[in-house]
């Protein structure tokens, strides 16, 4: 294998910090602008503004700007709006730039370990593309590349991130975000390691490599890097293609999806934080989910888990003790009555389906973008008075994936029994059991010595 000279080169930082920079000046400004004239609609203008200042960059910062847009209770529901317009699929690289990045990976002679190889991408996103591929035992693959340049590329942003934050402080002071940067730079960080996504996708396949129903792909070492990775190709239909089919086809998808997330965090304490349907196909005659995408995975400390479930059964009882409890495990603070009945008016909302032992939808009437928006407006208007609260950081992805797990299963229409599934995935939890499984699991894959 040959190594890219490729580094963190100050020259690269230099240049994305002055780009990012240049355009949150300007969005900083509009803000000064519309805060000094005012009007009805000051919020929106500066939701635009700092759109416009994100909106060509391909990257770190537009992915964490998409993160913001998920977590309903940080923004106003004008930038959450403006940000859930990014683009997540950005244009492929051309067959030039793959020869290039494809031989600074493995080699000139990268292309005679194929027996083919598509030049076009099979799909595009913010740090690289995919292309599809026949390995020399005529395996079918799915190489993911990623683009140059992408360590000084987020290096760069995450020093930008704080002036981001910094401009919704002062659009909105009662919410704290500062452990939410510290957060989102730290997977930012992992999403570029292709080698930890290998062993990610390896604990994720181990977890369900006794069900027939949830597949995940195989990493081919030989032909992987650091940002590189080579896997087997899960040939299957995007879930949105399913919109349409019979409601029995659409529960089926929708249990293995909540299977496919709730089953290994209170088993493991892992979670695939960004579950939108891009991630994941499925395949009809087998009737498989297949996962596709591990770049984005949390490992949660096993309290961090305990307190989910803690708060979930005290929901159930209306334990208050427990709910105090629950929150403080997850790095809340300053936990007063009033502060506990606002994280309350979220909590009932997230986990409303699990507390609620019927046959039904994840939120009847709502529509998958709006999902948590009417919820997050009142906990703002709330906080304004009980405030500010800071957000722990262990909370950032576990509140983004239970949004998108929502709203995919709003996509599809289905209507289960969401108590039943989530009281079967805690059959026998026990925290130090967890502890156990976690620690056990995780040296199976190399994630941890």
């Given at each position: 294998?040959?190594?890219?000279?490729?580094?963190?080169?100050?020259?690269?930082?230099?240049?994305?910090?002055?780009?990012?920079?240049?355009?949150?000046?300007?969005?900083?400004?509009?803000?000064?602008?519309?805060?000094?004239?005012?009007?009805?609609?000051?919020?929106?203008?500066?939701?635009?503004?700092?759109?416009?200042?994100?909106?060509?960059?391909?990257?770190?910062?537009?992915?964490?700007?998409?993160?913001?847009?998920?977590?309903?209770?940080?923004?106003?529901?004008?930038?959450?709006?403006?940000?859930?317009?990014?683009?997540?699929?950005?244009?492929?690289?051309?067959?030039?730039?793959?020869?290039?990045?494809?031989?600074?990976?493995?080699?000139?002679?990268?292309?005679?370990?194929?027996?083919?190889?598509?030049?076009?991408?099979?799909?595009?996103?913010?740090?690289?593309?995919?292309?599809?591929?026949?390995?020399?035992?005529?395996?079918?693959?799915?190489?993911?590349?990623?683009?140059?340049?992408?360590?000084?590329?987020?290096?760069?942003?995450?020093?930008?991130?704080?002036?981001?934050?910094?401009?919704?402080?002062?659009?909105?002071?009662?919410?704290?975000?500062?452990?939410?940067?510290?957060?989102?730079?730290?997977?930012?960080?992992e999403e570029l390691d292709y080698g930890r996504e290998a062993k990610q996708m390896a604990l994720y396949g181990t977890f369900f490599a006794d069900r027939s129903d949830i597949a995940a792909p195989q990493a081919v070492p030989d032909l992987s890097t650091g940002r590189l990775l080579t896997m087997g190709w899960l040939e299957g239909q995007g879930l949105l293609s399913f919109k349409t089919a019979p409601l029995e086809t659409r529960n089926r998808i929708a249990k293995q999806l909540f299977e496919a997330w709730w089953s290994p965090m209170t088993t493991l304490g892992v979670i695939h934080g960004d579950p939108h349907l891009g991630n994941y196909s499925f395949t009809p005659d087998a009737g498989c989910l297949n996962l596709l995408d591990f770049g984005c995975v949390r490992i949660f400390p096993p309290r961090f888990v305990a307190g989910v479930v803690l708060l979930y059964r005290s929901l159930l009882t209306n334990d208050r003790a427990g709910q105090a409890q629950a929150y403080h495990s997850w790095g809340f603070t300053r936990l007063s009555d009033d502060l506990i009945d606002v994280l309350n008016v979220w909590a009932r909302f997230i986990y409303g389906p699990l507390l609620d032992d019927r046959v039904r939808?994840?939120?009847?009437?709502?529509?998958?973008?709006?999902?948590?928006?009417?919820?997050?407006?009142?906990?703002r208007q709330a906080l304004k008075d009980k405030g500010p609260v800071t957000i722990p950081r262990e909370f950032v992805f576990m509140d983004r994936a239970a949004i998108g797990l929502g709203a995919a299963f709003l996509h599809l229409g289905a209507e289960l029994n969401w108590r039943a599934l989530f009281e079967a995935s805690l059959a026998n939890f026990d925290e130090t059991v967890l502890a156990q499984r976690q620690a056990a699991a995780l040296e199976a894959v190399g994630l941890i010595a």
């Open positions: 294998m040959v190594q890219d000279p490729e580094r963190d080169r100050l020259s690269g930082r230099l240049g994305r910090f002055a780009k990012v920079g240049v355009g949150l000046s300007g969005a900083a400004a509009t803000y000064g602008v519309n805060s000094l004239f005012g009007g009805g609609d000051a919020d929106l203008r500066n939701a635009k503004a700092l759109r416009a200042a994100l909106g060509n960059l391909k990257g770190p910062l537009m992915k964490a700007a998409q993160m913001f847009a998920t977590v309903p209770d940080l923004l106003p529901p004008e930038f959450a709006a403006e940000l859930a317009e990014l683009q997540t699929n950005a244009p492929a690289m051309g067959w030039p730039f793959v020869r290039r990045r494809m031989a600074a990976e493995l080699g000139p002679d990268w292309a005679s370990r194929f027996s083919q190889f598509e030049p076009q991408a099979a799909a595009a996103a913010s740090f690289g593309q995919v292309h599809r591929a026949v390995g020399l035992d005529g395996r079918h693959l799915a190489v993911k590349l990623q683009y140059p340049d992408m360590l000084s590329a987020v290096e760069s942003d995450l020093g930008q991130l704080r002036t981001l934050f910094g401009l919704f402080r002062r659009i909105e002071s009662s919410i704290d975000p500062s452990q939410m940067a510290d957060e989102i730079a730290d997977r930012l960080r939808s994840v939120a009847d009437g709502v529509a998958p973008g709006d999902y948590g928006r009417a919820e997050a407006m009142a906990v």
